[in-house]
Each structure stands twice: as C-alpha cells, then as structure tokens.
C-alpha cells in the first residue's frame, strides 16, 4: 500500500491556532503530515527557525503522524526530497486568494506532479495572521485566544522590552 503523505510549508513566524487548525483536520486525511518551515534569504522574522521548529514541535506533540522539518530552497524540491506530491495550505478569506494563485501557479510550473490543496481556515480563526498576533503582542496585550499557550510565553518574551 502507498505512504500517503502531505506538506504543509510556511513561514510559522510563529504557529498560531490558525496553523493548527489546518494540520490538525489534514492529519487524518494523510498517512503522514510534514510540516516545513522555509527559511526566507530575504526576511530574517522574529523567531529564528529554530524557535519556530520548537514552537511547532511543542504544538504538534500529541499528533503522532507530524513530522516538523526546516528547508532552505524551494518547495517543491522538498516535497521531491521526501517524496511528496500534495501541498496543503489553509485559505482564510478571499484576501488569501491572489497571494496563493501566484504561489500555487508557480509550484506548478516548477513541479506539475505537485499538486496543491486547500482547506478554508475555521472560521473562528479565519482572523488569525502570524503578524497580526505579533503586532497585538508587541503592545502587551493576550494572545492567548489566538497561539497556544507556550507561543503566548514566547511572544511575551520576545516583545518583553
Ligand atoms: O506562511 P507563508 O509566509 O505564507 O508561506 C509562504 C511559503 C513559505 C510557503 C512560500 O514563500 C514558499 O514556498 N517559499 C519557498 C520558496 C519557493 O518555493 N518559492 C516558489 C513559490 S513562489
């Protein structure tokens, strides 16, 4: 029987109940979930990527078919490199749409046997932005409806000056 297996990428600078949302519903759709953090040449982020990867990995602890991975290029030359042919990504409003045409046009062009899928964003979370979550946090206020628990800590800390 194949290994059925999804990417989810993203920046998660950080991982928000947003994300998690998104890899939570997919889990049971896959065999197995990868979850990769692309490392952006031209924007340094707030966490580095090995915060993000812990914030990730303390987040998907009690899924046990996610695996958190880190890449420095391009994304379908990670999903070549594990051998998947399915990205997941999460669509919160049509605001999203524009954005993710041209992503998913181009992973196309690079890689055709490549295919995206989109899930809607619960709609309780269809608000949720990694920087708007920073931009609220910045100036003191609870994150915690929006990050777990131990992202609120780090956000805290991070904005703690
Ligand atoms: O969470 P984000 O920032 O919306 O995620 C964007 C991401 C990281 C998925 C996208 O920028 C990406 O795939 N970057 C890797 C470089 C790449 O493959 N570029 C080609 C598609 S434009």
């Known amino acids: 029987m194949t290994t059925t297996k999804a990417v989810i990428p993203g920046s998660f ?27 952006n040449s031209s924007k340094a982020g707030t966490f580095s990527v090995d915060e993000r990867m812990a914030l990730i990995e303390e987040s998907v602890k009690g899924l046990d ?3 958190v991975h880190a890449f420095s290029g391009l994304l379908v030359d990670f999903c070549d490199e594990i051998g998947a042919q ?7 409003a049509v605001s999203d749409f524009e954005y993710e045409l041209r992503l998913t046009s181009m992973n196309k062009k690079l890689n055709s046997d490549v295919e995206t899928l989109y899930m809607m964003t619960s709609t309780n979370y269809s608000f949720i932005s990694s920087s708007v979550v920073k931009e ?26």
Do not use: M, Q, W
């Open 136 to 161: 609220v946090a910045a100036y003191k206020a609870d994150v915690s409806d929006f990050v777990p628990e131990h992202v609120a800590k780090a956000l805290n800390e991070k904005f703690k000056k």
């Open 86 to 92: 399915t990205i997941i990504r999460g669509l919160r």
């Open 13 to 39: 600078d950080p991982i928000t109940f947003g994300h998690l949302d998104i890899i939570e519903r997919s889990t049971d759709r896959f065999d197995e979930i990868h979850i990769c953090v692309l490392k």
């Open 65 to 67: 078919n996610v695996t």
